[in-house]
C-alpha cells in the first residue's frame, strides 16, 4: 500500500474517531491494525467500510416524508401526503405544506406547482412568479427554462423559452426542450432537428447535432456516447451513458457497471457499482446489491449499503431512503 493511500487513511479514521463512528473490516497500515471485535464483516469487496456503532447512520432528520428535495438556502422541498411544503435543517416547516409540487431553491427561488400550472417561490413562501407555466426548470445564470401553451399573446405550442427573475421572457418559446443555464451556456433542442448550444443572447454557439446533451460542468457536458468541450467537439468518446463531470470524475457505464472516470478518460474507480451519481462534497451515493452506500473520490466506501434510495449531498446534508419514508443524513467528512 502507498504511502500516500497510508496517510488518506489514517486521516480518514481520525475523522471517524472524532465523530463516534467505528470502522467495519480490517484495515492494516504501519503501525495502525483496527479490527471488529463484536460486529460481522459486511459481504461486500470494496475498500474499507466506515459505518456507526449501531451498524446504522444517523439520521440529522428523521425518516417521515414521501418525497423529498436537496437542502439549498438552508431549506429544502418535503412532501406529505399529497402536498409539498419546505423545512429546514432542523426539521421544521418553514413553509407549510400547500403546493401540488415544489421544487429546490435556486438563486433564491423555487419551483411550485398549483392547480397544475408552476410559477416561483422567495424563501418567505410568497409567491413572486404567479403559476402560469405548464413545466419549468430551476433559475441558473439568472434564467429559468419554462414552457407555456399559449400565454400574454404567445402561441407557444408547449415550446421552451427563459424567462427572467420577473417573468419576462428574455428568450421566446422556441425550442422542443430546453435545459439549465451553466457556464454561459444552454441545452436547447430545435424542433425538427437535434439538441445544441445557445448562449444568453439566444445565439446557437453549438449548432444542433445531438441526440441528446446535458448542461456544461467543469469546461465539459455529456452527450450521447461523451463529452464535448464549448467549441462542441467530442474530446472524450464512450460507448455507454454517462453523467456530468463533478469534482473533477464523471460517472459512466461500461457493460452493466459503474464506475468513475477523470478528464483523460482514465478509470480513478473501475466498474464495480449497479448505479452511480455524481460527487457532492467529496461523496457519491452509489448501488451494491441493490443498496445505496456513499463512496469517496477514492472508491472507498465511507458510509455502508443500506439505502433504498440516495440523494447528493448539499450543505451538509443528504437525502435517504429507508422503507417508503425519507430523512436526511450528514456528511461523515464535514
Known amino acids: 500500500m502507498k504511502l500516500r ?28 491494525t483496527l479490527l471488529p471485535s463484536t460486529l460481522a464483516k459486511p459481504e461486500i469487496q470494496h475498500h474499507s ?5 449501531s451498524n446504522t447512520v444517523n439520521f440529522i432528520i428523521q425518516p417521515q416524508f414521501d418525497e423529498v428535495g436537496d437542502f439549498s438556502g438552508g431549506f429544502a422541498p418535503v412532501r406529505i401526503g399529497s402536498k409539498w411544503g419546505f423545512i429546514n435543517k ?31 417561490i422567495n424563501n418567505q413562501g410568497q409567491i413572486v412568479i404567479k403559476p402560469q407555466f405548464d413545466d419549468v426548470r430551476k433559475f441558473s445564470e439568472g434564467l429559468a427554462a419554462v414552457s407555456v401553451q399559449g400565454i400574454a399573446g404567445l402561441s407557444a405550442n408547449g415550446k421552451y423559452g427563459y424567462i427572467n427573475k420577473q ?23 430545435v424542433i425538427g432537428e437535434s439538441y445544441g448550444y445557445i448562449n444568453r443572447s439566444n445565439q446557437m454557439v453549438i449548432k444542433p447535432q445531438f441526440y441528446d446533451a446535458y448542461s456544461f460542468h467543469e469546461g465539459l457536458a455529456s452527450v450521447r456516447r461523451g463529452y464535448i468541450n ?105
Open 5 to 32: 493511500e497510508n496517510t488518506e487513511i489514517i486521516d480518514l479514521l481520525k475523522t471517524f474517531i472524532r465523530l463516534g463512528i467505528a470502522v467495519v473490516s480490517a484495515v492494516t497500515i504501519p503501525s495502525l
Open 90 to 120: 432542523n426539521g421544521q416547516f418553514k413553509i407549510k405544506p400547500q403546493f401540488d409540487f415544489a421544487g429546490n431553491f435556486s438563486e433564491g427561488l423555487a419551483a411550485v406547482t398549483i392547480d397544475k400550472k408552476s410559477g416561483f
Open 49 to 53: 467500510i466506515f459505518i456507526s456503532r
Open 230 to 334: 464549448k467549441k462542441g467537439q467530442i474530446v472524450i468518446k464512450l460507448s455507454n451513458y454517462t453523467n456530468s463531470f463533478s469534482e473533477g470524475l464523471a460517472a459512466v457505464q461500461t457493460s452493466d457497471k459503474w464506475g468513475y472516470i477523470n478528464k483523460q478518460n482514465k478509470f480513478v474507480i473501475k466498474p464495480q457499482f449497479d448505479a452511480a451519481a455524481d460527487f457532492s462534497e467529496g461523496l457519491a451515493a452509489v448501488q451494491i446489491n441493490s443498496k445505496m452506500a456513499y463512496i469517496n473520490k477514492r472508491g472507498f466506501t465511507i458510509i455502508m449499503p443500506q439505502f433504498n434510495s440516495a440523494g447528493d449531498f448539499t450543505e451538509g446534508l443528504a437525502a435517504v431512503q429507508i422503507g417508503n419514508k425519507w430523512g436526511y443524513i450528514r456528511n461523515p467528512l464535514m
Open 167 to 189: 417573468g419576462q421572457f428574455i428568450i421566446k418559446p422556441l425550442f422542443g426542450a430546453a435545459g439549465e443555464f451553466s457556464e454561459g451556456l444552454a441545452p436547447v433542442r
